[in-house]
């Protein structure tokens, strides 16, 4: 039973790695917007994007390309410095190709058509064991990487993607890479970016490579104001979060003693004609009851509320204060809640 119950716990422990690593993995699109070829710019490109994202073990690569103009193979750094294409350790020939990063370390990603690794098309990348804690010191974002603020090829997608493998928070500073006076980037409102309407920008940089910091958390759009820049996808929606993802939790409501009988539906005293009223003779006693009379000294506000005998008074429903509302961060996750339920499925398939 023993050796039994050794397995189920080593079973348990296995099947919550693997969950908790599923919640961790993330998906970049390689290249962010000019996706998988022969950059303008050579291999800095990226280099340059990779050095803005963070890999982890379980994330997936996706690589844009089109089938049989591309490739993508993976090699060792030997292979990787001297573009050598001759015994891959895995390829990949049709696209897009998603490739799941399954070890810690450096790994290395060329094409291997013709002279194709030769001007650029060449990834290296450092992958984690773990995921980093979240980012609380603000960083500087190329707008684009290396395709930088133009009017892109593939239309707005190519910023809609490279925003999606980005995290942005409050301090956070937007580089936008473009040449003066052939464009310019404006922050507008939603309804503006949605319409490419230009006439009242929030703000408006037409001097590059501008840089714009961001100052507040929520939506921020930016467009280009130049005749039809804006229609043809030179557009950019993010979402800026708060430097710090755990807010302080709000002070705890101090507890209230429940009442000493349970409340009861406002009965009349008409309709208990046996009970006898207390009279305004009474001894006091350490917790006074105030008399019905309308010229009896009221308690003071530190003395206890008084004991309601049954049938005698109504009893007032307890007033907001006394069941305050536990606080949001209170509430169940479900999410976490169904880590349990799958650790409980495989003890019982174990057991029984």
């Not at 897009?96 to 290395?108: K, M, Q, R, S, W």
Request: a neutral charge; glycine letters at 6%.
């Amino acid at each position: 039973m023993a050796g039994r119950l050794s397995m189920v716990v080593f079973m348990v422990m296995v099947v919550a790695a693997m969950q908790l690593q599923s919640l961790k993995a993330a998906t970049h699109v390689v290249g962010g917007g000019i996706g998988w070829l022969v950059p303008p710019g050579g291999s800095a490109a990226y280099s340059t994007w990779a050095a803005s994202q963070t890999f982890v073990v379980g994330d997936v690569l996706v690589f844009n390309f089109t089938t049989g103009r591309h490739d993508v193979a993976e090699v060792s750094k030997a292979a990787f410095d001297s573009c050598n294409a001759a015994s891959p350790i895995s390829i990949a020939k049709d696209g897009p190709a998603n490739i799941t990063l399954t070890t810690a370390g450096e790994h290395h990603f060329i094409c291997t058509f013709s002279q194709h690794c030769g001007l650029g098309q060449k990834l290296a990348i450092n992958v984690s064991a773990s995921a980093p804690p979240p980012r609380t010191t603000p960083t500087s974002h190329v707008v684009g990487a290396a395709l930088g603020w133009l009017v892109p090829p593939g239309g707005s997608s190519a910023y809609a993607t490279w925003a999606s493998t980005q995290t942005f928070i409050v301090g956070d500073i937007l580089v936008f890479n473009f040449t003066t006076r052939q464009h310019d980037v404006a922050e507008v409102t939603k309804a503006a970016f949605d319409s490419c309407n230009t006439t009242s920008p929030i703000s408006i940089a037409t001097d590059g490579p501008a840089n714009i910091t961001l100052t507040t958390a929520g939506e921020h759009h930016f467009i280009c104001t130049f005749s039809r820049h804006c229609g043809l996808g030179q557009k950019l929606a993010i979402n800026v979060s708060s430097p710090s993802s755990t807010s302080p939790s709000p002070p705890p409501q101090p507890a209230t003693p429940p009442p000493s009988s349970p409340p009861s539906p406002t009965p009349s005293p008409a309709h208990s004609p046996m009970a006898t009223p207390p009279k305004a003779n009474n001894t006091p006693s350490s917790s006074p009851c105030p008399p019905p009379s309308s010229v009896a000294t009221p308690p003071s506000s530190s003395a206890t509320p008084p004991q309601s005998p049954s049938g005698l008074s109504p009893v007032s429903p307890p007033t907001p204060s006394e069941t305050a509302p536990p606080s949001p961060n209170s509430a169940p996750s479900f999410a976490a809640a169904a880590l349990p339920v799958s650790m409980l499925s495989v003890a019982l398939a174990f057991l029984f």
